[in-house]
């Protein structure tokens, strides 16, 4: 079975930690208690601000402040809204699911995407991997996030990347509402309701796993349709194999 996208508070980074060489760190972590409430960053406090080779881009720039980041997001997709899609990774109250969960087929289905540290939310600096709280008036969320200028004002922004042992959107979670290098933006701050785009520092695009464990760059050209069908594990979507 995969592991879920979060499991009681937790990132399926996490839980695949004895997979990566880090059972010490695995064991350090206490499960019992929520990992982002104020009790949880206590008890897991030293864990917290841990960050692991293995999840981060080399070419990434990782900000002075400790937090334990990762530059690599699972596929959740958007539990409500207007792209209801299923993510790579299932969801509570889903249960855990195999390859035989993906009916679109593990080729087809993006498990993990890179995606830019954000600095401007928390730390000051560029907005490269913000998501910024907009208001999208009369527009879709999609569509306002798009066409809109990161220079702006705005009603806040958070950073993506931090950290990785939060099981949830903007810490160790991204979806495919927009496409590569896309911006990324919440409806006036709600986190659910939101648009967490793939991008990196890599000129074009940004390097993708998909659930057979094949690693493919996709290029910010990539078409939003197919970017959107990758997406889905079950979608039914028929997808070409040359357009990504």
């Known amino acids: 079975?995969?592991?879920?996208?979060?499991?009681?508070?937790?990132?399926?980074?996490?839980?695949?930690?004895p997979e990566l060489d880090q059972t010490p760190l695995f064991n350090s972590i206490n499960f019992g208690v929520t990992p982002f409430l104020q009790e949880g960053q206590?008890?897991?406090?030293?864990?917290l601000h841990v960050s692991i080779e293995t999840l981060i881009c080399p070419s990434e720039i990782i900000p002075v402040i400790s937090v334990g980041w990762t530059t690599y997001a699972g596929n959740k997709g958007p539990p409500r809204g207007v792209f209801p899609y299923r993510g790579?990774?299932?969801?509570?109250?889903?249960?855990?699911?195999?390859?035989?969960?993906?009916?679109d087929g593990t080729s087809n289905t993006i498990g993990v995407s890179e995606w830019l540290l954000g600095f401007g939310g928390v730390w000051g600096?560029?907005?490269?991997?913000?998501?910024?709280?907009?208001?999208?008036?009369?527009?879709?969320?999609?569509?306002?996030?798009m066409n809109y200028e990161p220079s702006s004002p705005n009603l806040g922004r958070?950073?993506?990347?931090?950290?990785?042992?939060?099981?949830?959107?903007?810490?160790?979670?991204?979806?495919?509402?927009?496409?590569?290098?896309?911006?990324?933006?919440?409806?006036?701050g709600s986190i659910q309701d939101g648009i967490y785009s793939a991008d990196s520092r890599h000129p074009g695009g940004a390097n993708t796993l998909s659930m057979d464990g094949a690693v493919h760059f996709e290029r910010s050209t990539i078409e939003l349709r197919v970017w959107r069908s990758l997406g889905t594990r079950s979608g039914g979507e028929v997808i070409d194999g040359g357009s990504f």
Do not use: R
């Open 42 to 47: 206590a008890v897991n406090g030293t864990v």
């Open 88 to 103: 790579a990774f299932p969801f509570p109250p889903d249960s855990p699911i195999g390859t035989q969960g993906f009916q």
């Open 1 to 17: 079975m995969f592991p879920p996208a979060t499991s009681s508070g937790y990132s399926f980074e996490a839980a695949i930690l």
């Open 158 to 188: 958070i950073s993506k990347g931090s950290n990785w042992l939060d099981g949830e959107y903007a810490h160790s979670l991204y979806n495919h509402v927009l496409s590569v290098n896309d911006n990324s933006c919440t409806n006036s």
């Open 125 to 145: 600096g560029g907005t490269a991997g913000d998501v910024f709280a907009i208001s999208e008036g009369f527009a879709p969320l999609d569509v306002a996030c």
